[in-house]
């Protein structure tokens, strides 16, 4: 089996488009071992946990942040996780966590990198810069994470327009249909790698 972990702060809307094609049988030989977020309330956890799979809760307090990364680091190889997934996890993870698992962690960001992305480039932030840049298309782009912030190598980009009428909110929208139908092809594409 290939073993995906997903790391997860916010509601987990992307989790879910994972969990529906694993449960309808759409990623043979693929098996969500754990999901793992810094937030207690996060409904990412409440979502998997529902639908029976394991979770944990790593709370951050009073930890630096190589000792929090140390902590779930452990989980992940006690769980012989072969993938990292990031779905809206609002943590930026250690050098030392990142070293650890090479070319094993991805995450999804809410622009055509390398447009809008970095350090204050998040949620709704990106699509009101996007509006605000006048741009004609915006997108998703899935990526390996490496020591920096939104700069690890592309594995793959879809596009949808920005048109006049567009708010933040609408564009969050078209991003996001792009990223539910993208994330668990790109995890099938990763795992059939690796066989």
Not at 11 to 35: C, H, R, Y
Not at 100 to 121: A, D, E, M, R, T
Request: net charge positive; proline share 4%; hydrophobic share 35%.
């Amino acid at each position: 089996m290939f073993r995906i972990a997903v790391l997860a702060s916010t509601n987990g809307t992307d989790l879910q488009a994972i969990i529906d094609e694993i449960k309808a049988g759409l990623m043979p030989g693929i098996e969500l071992a754990i999901v793992i977020s810094n937030k207690k309330d996060a409904y990412a956890l409440t979502r998997a946990k529902e639908q029976g799979y394991k979770t944990r809760f790593i709370n951050p307090q009073n930890l630096t942040r190589t000792q929090f990364d140390t902590k779930m680091a452990k989980i992940l190889k006690e769980e012989k996780v072969d993938l990292i997934v990031l779905v809206g996890y609002m943590r930026i993870l250690s050098k030392e966590f990142v070293k650890k698992f090479p070319q094993k962690i991805i995450n999804i960001h809410p622009s055509l990198i390398p447009k809008y992305c970095g350090k204050n480039y998040y949620g709704s932030n990106v699509h009101k810069a996007v509006i605000e840049g006048h741009e004609k298309e915006t997108g998703m782009t899935i990526h390996y994470i490496d020591e920096g912030c939104d700069t690890g190598e592309i594995i793959l980009q879809k596009t949808c327009p920005v048109t006049s009428k567009d708010t933040p909110e609408t564009l969050k929208e078209k991003v996001q249909a792009l990223e539910k139908k993208w994330y668990p092809e790109v995890i099938r594409l990763l795992a059939s790698q690796k066989k």
